[in-house]
């Protein structure tokens, strides 16, 4: 199994309700696509939270069957689709992808 965590720092909104506006699109954005290929088994999305660290303001943390069905959703059209949009609304993206000893 493969781990896959991204991380997103958004662009600063003008204000907070732009800056939540904008988490929420980049959340949608990442529901369009989390069953596109089979194989997927975990896909869990989170969002920066007042009162709670963070030093990203989007994290998507999954987990795949293998690294070719890793592949399969990084190359399938519906994940190409987001890219764009995704790469507008972001500051900076950090990840890291890892084997799963089962």
Partial sequence: MIRHI???KLKPGANEAQT???REEVVALLNSVK???PG???F???????????DA???LNSLFE???????????????AI????????????CMDYVVNA
């Fill in 6 to 8: 991204v991380m997103w």
């Fill in 20 to 22: 939540q506006a904008q």
């Fill in 35 to 37: 069953q596109c290929v």
């Fill in 40 to 42: 997927i088994i975990e």
């Fill in 44 to 54: 869990e999305i989170g969002t920066a939270q007042p009162g709670l660290e963070a």
């Fill in 57 to 59: 303001d989007v994290i």
């Fill in 66 to 80: 293998d690294k070719a069905t890793m592949q399969a959703y990084h190359v399938h059209p519906d994940h190409q």
């Fill in 83 to 94: 890219l764009g949009r995704m790469k507008e609304l972001r500051e900076t993206r950090h």
